[in-house]
């Protein structure tokens, strides 16, 4: 039954940092298809979770450490984010470039990129700071916390 609930745990945080580590996949795709960098990302996440949370010594544990794991990278996701932006914006810049636009169109070109980055990552950074560390903060508490023993000892005299 333990195993089953590790388990569960396991596939549960693995989607879910899947999810928080998207935008630092997508910032790495390339033309060449399936061996693209991105997958190795996904591949690094996905089984580093799996891994990490599977051998936590019980169930709770194992929520623990999920939720670490992700409230880490849901931490992270504002970095990612604006590396995504940056990629998208040089890759803007580079095409406008390239059509023979004139200055003033790549000028608007580049400021609407420039803000199109800026509203990305505040946004990432709005979301992932508050998931991160309300993940952070349930992780610390399955994790660590649990019963203690404690034995007063008084001496009369």
Request: charged share 10%.
């Amino acid at each position: 039954m333990r195993f089953i609930g590790k388990l569960l745990a396991a596939i549960i945080f693995s989607v879910i940092s899947l999810i928080a580590a998207s935008p630092l996949a997508a910032a790495f795709v390339t033309d060449n298809g399936a061996s693209s960098p991105s997958n190795f990302v996904f591949l690094a996440v996905f089984v580093g979770v799996i891994v990490i949370v599977l051998f936590a010594p019980t169930v709770r544990r194992a929520f623990g450490r999920g939720f670490l794991l992700s409230g880490v990278l849901f931490l992270l996701l504002p970095l990612s984010t604006m590396l995504l932006s940056g990629t998208v914006a040089s890759e803007m810049m580079t095409a406008s470039a390239a059509s023979g636009a004139s200055e003033g169109d790549q000028a608007a070109t580049a400021l609407g990129a420039t803000l199109g980055a800026g509203l990305m990552t505040g946004l990432a950074a709005f979301v992932g700071l508050i998931l991160g560390a309300v993940f952070v903060i349930l992780g610390l508490v399955l994790a660590l916390g649990g019963r203690r023993e404690v034995i007063v000892v008084q001496t009369r005299g």
